[in-house]
């Protein structure tokens, strides 16, 4: 059953704390994505990877988030110090080549 | 700025209508046009897609159809159902140069109403 895995699906945290998200891509695929989805913006990107190196954060704020990908088998997107408009569900999606992306469960972050 | 718009924002249709999701584009480099369909609680899921040598594209139901002179694409839903009921995303892709950027339009929720 290939399909992209998020970690954890919750998350709630008080202002000021480390968040870190995790991301199974799916078997064979090169690229993986991050997505946060918020009522007022909707789904946007907030990087990139393929083949493991950063293709495009431009949509993170540099500041406080950091995306990475140790292995072909994890994808991490890093939250420090969180704050409560960092609260969003955030998707990592993956794909193989140049069409479908497939998209994990989501995580629902909570910052307080 | 938005690289893909989309509209109505809500839609609500009797079961058996036809549901109409529009998108239009700026970006004539865009290669490839999917519809992803996302249910409360889960992650976007690919309905149907189209590139741009094609103006229509039929997958049961659901059938896109596309201008590409007008930069414009939409989504219809014939004989739409209550489980149709979700929301529905255009996104724009571009896959030149090595990169693959996926963009999303801001949504449509759609509402079937027995």
């Known amino acids: 059953d290939a399909r992209v895995t998020q970690t954890p699906r919750h998350k709630v945290t008080e202002m000021g704390q480390e968040v870190t998200m995790r991301c199974q891509p799916i078997l064979g695929h090169n690229t993986v994505f991050w997505y946060r989805q918020t009522m007022m913006q909707g789904l946007e990107l907030l990087a990139y990877?393929?083949?493991?190196?950063?293709?495009?954060d431009s949509g993170m704020p540099k500041d406080r988030f950091s995306a990475e990908m140790p292995d072909a088998t994890l994808a991490t997107l890093k939250i420090q110090p969180s704050e409560p408009r960092d609260s969003a569900v955030y998707f990592c999606?993956?794909?193989?080549?140049?069409?479908?992306?497939?998209f994990g469960q989501g995580t629902r972050l909570t910052v307080v | 700025q938005q690289q893909v718009k989309q509209s109505p924002q809500s839609l609500i249709v009797q079961k058996g209508g036809i549901s109409i999701i529009n998108c239009a584009y700026e970006n004539t480099a865009f290669d490839y046009f999917p519809w992803y369909q996302q249910f409360p609680g889960k992650g976007p899921a690919l309905l149907i897609a189209?590139?741009?040598?094609?103006s229509e594209k039929k997958e049961g139901r659901f059938t896109i159809s596309f201008n590409k002179s007008a930069k414009q694409f939409s989504l219809h839903i014939m004989d739409s159902q209550p489980g149709d009921s979700a929301t529905y995303f255009c996104?724009?892709?571009?896959?030149?140069?090595?990169?693959?950027?996926?963009?999303f339009g801001k949504g449509t929720k759609l509402s079937v109403i027995p």
């Open positions: 996104a724009v892709l571009y896959s030149g140069a090595g990169s693959y950027q996926l963009t």
């Open positions: 189209i590139r741009p040598d094609v």
């Open positions: 990877f393929r083949n493991r190196a950063p293709l495009d």
């Open positions: 999606a993956s794909a193989a080549g140049g069409s479908e992306a497939f």
